[in-house]
Structures are given as C-alpha cells and as structure tokens.
C-alpha cells in the first residue's frame, strides 16, 4: 500500500485509531454497516476508500474526516 496517498494515509490512521481504541475491523464493520469484506479490500488497500466510507468511519471513530488525512500528513512533514 502507497501511504503517501490521501487513501493510505486515512487507512493508517483508521487501523491506529482502531488499535488504539483495541477495536476490531469487525467491529468497525458492524458499526458503519460497510461489510466487512469491503472493508477489509479498503484496509487493505486493495481498493479506495469512498467518501461516504470514509465519513462514516471518521464518525463512528469519533474523529474528523480531515484528522485521518492530516494526523499522517504532519508526522510525514515532520
């Protein structure tokens, strides 16, 4: 996976807010409702996340849309 994209940003910080939290993808899968074979595609970066996906992760997670992109960003510029 390409982390230096806007996708594999947002896919590390959702699989370190998940782990952080010691949340399963299961879970997050229950959650948003996105199933969880798409789901763990987008994890795994073998497809996009959506922007629908990516907003109701971020709301489930409890974190702004923009935070999954910009966390990866900043410790990237730093």
Same mark, same amino acid.
């Given at each position: &996976?390409?982390?230096?994209? *806007?996708?594999?940003? =947002?896919?590390?910080? #959702?699989?370190?807010?998940?782990?952080?939290?010691?949340?399963? #993808? /299961?879970?997050?899968? =229950? /959650?948003?409702? #996105? *199933?969880?074979r798409t789901l763990k595609r987008?994890?795994?970066? %073998?497809?996009?996340?959506?922007?629908? /996906?990516? !907003?109701? #992760?971020?709301?489930?997670?409890? !974190?702004? !849309? %923009?935070?999954?992109? =910009?966390?990866?960003? &900043?410790?990237? =510029?730093?």
């Amino acid at each position: &996976m390409n982390y230096s994209t *806007p996708n594999g940003q =947002a896919v590390r910080s #959702i699989r370190s807010i998940l782990a952080d939290l010691h949340r399963s #993808i /299961e879970w997050l899968s =229950a /959650e948003t409702g #996105i *199933p969880l074979r798409t789901l763990k595609r987008r994890l795994l970066g %073998e497809s996009a996340l959506t922007l629908d /996906e990516t !907003v109701s #992760i971020a709301r489930v997670l409890g !974190v702004r !849309v %923009e935070s999954l992109i =910009a966390a990866q960003a &900043m410790k990237v =510029a730093a």
